[in-house]
Each structure stands twice: as structure tokens, then as C-alpha cells.
């Protein structure tokens, strides 16, 4: 017998998006229906950001020991054990699961409905045994790996980041099609665990960042025995035997064959929209999301979209960000806009390679006139201290020292982006940036050391210095 259900709002999607509006919205005690058709918590708890960091750390614990000859330690060769690299994967998603769980959001008021959801009318979502009229709908279904029509790919076996978390067991081979943050993360990480890796990309890898600093990362990925193969396009996969694959690649001259023994698919994201029924909600939509306003209204004015499957950046932080927008619209009629301006975001291979605002490229096809500042990890006390030198800042920087861009390539760039978030949403220059005091040593100090550098020339100005000498005369 079917429920009818009359909430304030309806979440549909359990993601980080959808979490969020859920839970503010609880907490000013609005009722709230969520649906989720998969696992609470999404694609970041379950198949992308928490499982993939894990990895990374135990590829970056085993690479550290294997390289302290530098410091005095002598280089180890540590015994990887993949079954319990993959136990610890599964620790780190079961440890932070209950702030997404079903449980902890029922304790919070809200009503949450394991079913798929899809609209039966404008002003109705079905799922499972009930209907839901609500005031307003928040779509919040997230994105799903794309898979490439590549001739041969239906008959061979592969992984995507939904599945490649699954493996019990070290990859013989791993050949990974695409050269995005996903893609060499993942190579990198199972290199270090001992596969060996090829990673095939259609252009150049990280091809959306600074190319000054993705060929730190590159150089690191060669170094660390990753194959790469950029403007290469697979053109044909088979099946060898009962589980290998051979993938034909071309650089648009020769073909030749690459064996590998897994498959691993990391050419980008769709987004989660097939099931919803959108047509039946009046709602407008594409291939690469719904269609929404800046205040993330879509063509229903009843029904918002956030995060993945709005069409916008595909990150964590942004589904947040469209989470607090929905909340200051819907519970209080505030005006609010997305931006994604000053959405930081980092690649979390060793170096990182994190990135705020505009590139220098960017910045002067919008025609500004712009300085570059840059300042290397090897002239700073603490990356030199711990033998981590590799990699740099870079400011571009716009009129009167205002800040518009920072690229940091490096070990902890990411934590270091926290800082330069902040910076640019509040508008800083470069004056701010050399008053403050920062501890030491740390590497954050090497944007300060990039700012001070934009007042070098000041130095020799004849002016300053004929004030200072006149200065000198009362003592």
C-alpha cells in the first residue's frame, strides 16, 4: 500500500551534497525525506576520496622506506601485502560510515527511504512504497564513471573506481586509460605497491593544469616506473585468455599491442540522471547534467540539482558548497549564488598538485597584466630539513598585488591550498600575505617568500633609497 509523504524537503541522493542539506535542514526542525537508492555516503566515502587516500598512503609509506638513503636510513625493500593493503582501505571507510549512516540521519529527524527515486509528475517523486510531495525537491544523485565506446570493450573484463577498491591482490599489470587526477593517482599508488603500470592518454596527462607544474608530477610518475603514453588513443581492447587484455594503442602513426592483466577505465564522469525521469518533472537536462540557475534552480522551480550532477566541477567541496547555497535559498529565502571561481582543488599524487583561481595561461586570455611569482621547495628550511625539495609555488598575481592564482606543486601542497582559499575569498594582496607571521620552519613559508620577492625591486628604487639616506641624517 502506498505511503503518501508531505516533507518540506526531499533529498534525493545520499552523497556529501545531499547529506548536508539533509542534516541543516533537520537541525532547524524542517522535515526531511532522503532517498538513496546505493550506499549513504556516496561515491567519496565509498569509491573515490576515502578509499583512494587510503591507498595512497600505504603506496606512500611503502615508497618512503624504500628511499631514506638520502636521510641516512638505508633504503628497505617493504613486503607488500595487498589483502591487508585492502583491509585498511575498508578500516578507513568503516571508521567515518556512521556519520553518513542511516542511522546517525533517522536520530536526526530525518525520514530516509532506500529506494530509487524518480518523479511521477512536477510535484511527485516515487520510491518504493511511498510518494513523496514535497516543497521542494533537492537533486543530489552524484556522477558515475563514463565508459569510453571503444570497440572490444564489452567483451573484456575492467575496473572503474567503483570496483578497482575491490582487489584483493596486487594487479600484475595494470593498464589505465586516462591521464586525469583519478587515473594517476591510482597508477602511482599501484606502482608503488608493486604492479606495473601504463597509463594511456588521448592528450596530456593532467591536461587542465599549469603544465609548468603537472611535469614535476609527470617526471615523478616516470621516476617511480609508470609507462606513460600521452596523445594516444586506444583503438581496439580483446580479451586474452580468461582474464587478461590486450589494448591496441595508437599515436596516430604506428599500432602496437599492450598486454596487461587488469583494465582499469578512468576517462571521466557522467552524471546520475537516467533514473530519475526528469521529462516527467518538467526539468531540463543534457548529457552533461541538469540545468540550473545560479542559484541552482533548475527549469522546475520546485526542484534544485547540486553537486556532480549540476553539470558544474565535479568535486567534494563544490557539492558542499551547493549544499550550503540550497539551504540559505530554501530555509530562508536568502539570495545566493554559486561561484566557482575560487573552488580550490588538488591531485593527490606524490607530488601534489594543488591549484586555486586563475592559471598564468588564463589570466592573460582574459587579457590582464599579470606577474609571476614563484618560490621552490629547495629554498625552504624545512622541505630542505626533511629531504621533500621537490616542487614550487607559483603566485599570479593581478594590479596593485592582488592575488588571482596559486598553483603549488609539492608534498602537502593541499593542506597548504587551505591557506590560499581563504586569501583569494577574501580578496588579499600580497601585503597581506608579508604581514603576516608565519611559524617556523614550515613549508607554508614559501608563499611568503614568493610575496617578498614582488617587492624586491622597491630595493633599487633611487627615490626610497635618496629618502632613506636623507632619513639617516637625524640619527
Known amino acids: 500500500m502506498t505511503s503518501v509523504l508531505k516533507p518540506d524537503i526531499c533529498v534525493i541522493g545520499g552523497g556529501p551534497g545531499g547529506l548536508t542539506v539533509a542534516a541543516a535542514a533537520a537541525s532547524f526542525g524542517v522535515p526531511v525525506v532522503l532517498v538513496e537508492r546505493g550506499k549513504m555516503g556516496g ?21 618512503d622506506l624504500s628511499h631514506g638513503e638520502a636521510l641516512g636510513i638505508a633504503n628497505l625493500r617493504p613486503a607488500t601485502d595487498f589483502g591487508r593493503v585492502a583491509a585498511h582501505v575498508e578500516r578507513a571507510i568503516a571508521a567515518i560510515a556512521p556519520n553518513d549512516s542511516k542511522e546517525r540521519f533517522t536520530a536526526l529527524g530525518v525520514k530516509v527511504i532506500s529506494a530509487e527515486g524518480r518523479f511521477k509528475d512536477p510535484r511527485t517523486l516515487v520510491a518504493g512504497d511511498h510518494e513523496i510531495l514535497a516543497r521542494r525537491f533537492v537533486i543530489a544523485t552524484g556522477s558515475s564513471p563514463a565508459i569510453p565506446s571503444i570497440p572490444g570493450i564489452e567483451g573484456v573484463p575492467f575496473l572503474t573506481n567503483e570496483t578497482v577498491f575491490e582487489l584483493k591482490q596486487t594487479p600484475e599489470r595494470l593498464i589505465i586509460i586516462g591521464g586525469g587526477p583519478v587515473g594517476l593517482e591510482l597508477a602511482q ?37 609508470v609507462n606513460i603514453l600521452e596523445h594516444a588513443e586506444v583503438t581496439r581492447l580483446e580479451r586474452l585468455g580468461s582474464s587478461h587484455i590486450r589494448a591496441f594503442v595508437s599515436d596516430g602513426k604506428d599500432i602496437r599491442g599492450i598486454e596487461g592483466s587488469h583494465l582499469l577505465v578512468a576517462v571521466g564522469r557522467k552524471p546520475n540522471i537516467d533514473a530519475l525521469d526528469l521529462q516527467n518533472a518538467s526539468v531540463a537536462h543534457d548529457e552533461s547534467g541538469i540545468k540550473v540557475s545560479g542559484k541552482l534552480r533548475t527549469t522546475n522551480p520546485r526542484i534544485y540539482a547540486i553537486g556532480d550532477v549540476a553539470g558544474g566541477p565535479q568535486f567534494t567541496n563544490v557539492a558542499n558548497h551547493h549544499a550550503g547555497i540550497v539551504i540559505r535559498s530554501a530555509l530562508f529565502r536568502l539570495p545566493a549564488n554559486a561561484t566557482h571561481d575560487l573552488v580550490p582543488r588538488v591531485t593527490f599524487t606524490d607530488p601534489e598538485l594543488a591549484h586555486i583561481g586563475l592559471t598564468e595561461a588564463q589570466a592573460r586570455e582574459e587579457g590582464m597584466r599579470v606577474t609571476v611569482l614563484r618560490s621552490a621547495f629547495s629554498d625552504n628550511d624545512r622541505a630542505e630539513a626533511e629531504g621533500q625539495t621537490n616542487g614550487f609555488i607559483k603566485l599570479v598575481i593581478g594590479r596593485n598585488g592582488r ?22 575569498s577574501k580578496r588579499m594582496t600580497l601585503r597581506d600575505i608579508t604581514a603576516y607571521i608565519a611559524p617556523y620552519p614550515t613549508l607554508g613559508e614559501i608563499g611568503k617568500r614568493a610575496a617578498y620577492s614582488y617587492f ?20
Not at 561515491?43 to 615508497?63: E, F, M, W
Not at 601504463?198 to 596527462?205: D, K, M, N
Open 43 to 63: 561515491d567519496c566515502l565509498n569509491y573515490g576520496c576515502v578509499p583512494s587516500k587510503a591507498l595512497i598512503a600505504a603506496a606512500r609509506h611503502a615508497h
Open 189 to 225: 599508488a599501484h606502482r608503488r605497491l608493486g604492479a606495473e603500470v601504463t597509463v594511456i592518454e588521448a592528450g596530456a596527462v593532467l591536461g587542465r593544469e599549469d603544465p609548468e607544474l603537472t611535469a614535476a608530477v609527470k617526471q615523478q610518475l616516470l621516476d617511480d616506473g
Open 403 to 424: 592575488i588571482r592564482g596559486v598553483s603549488i606543486v609539492g608534498r602537502g601542497a593541499g593542506e597548504m591550498m587551505n591557506f590560499w582559499s581563504l586569501a583569494l
Open 456 to 475: 624586491t625591486p622597491a630595493t633599487q628604487n633611487s627615490i626610497l633609497r635618496g629618502i632613506i639616506r636623507f632619513l639617516r641624517l637625524f640619527g
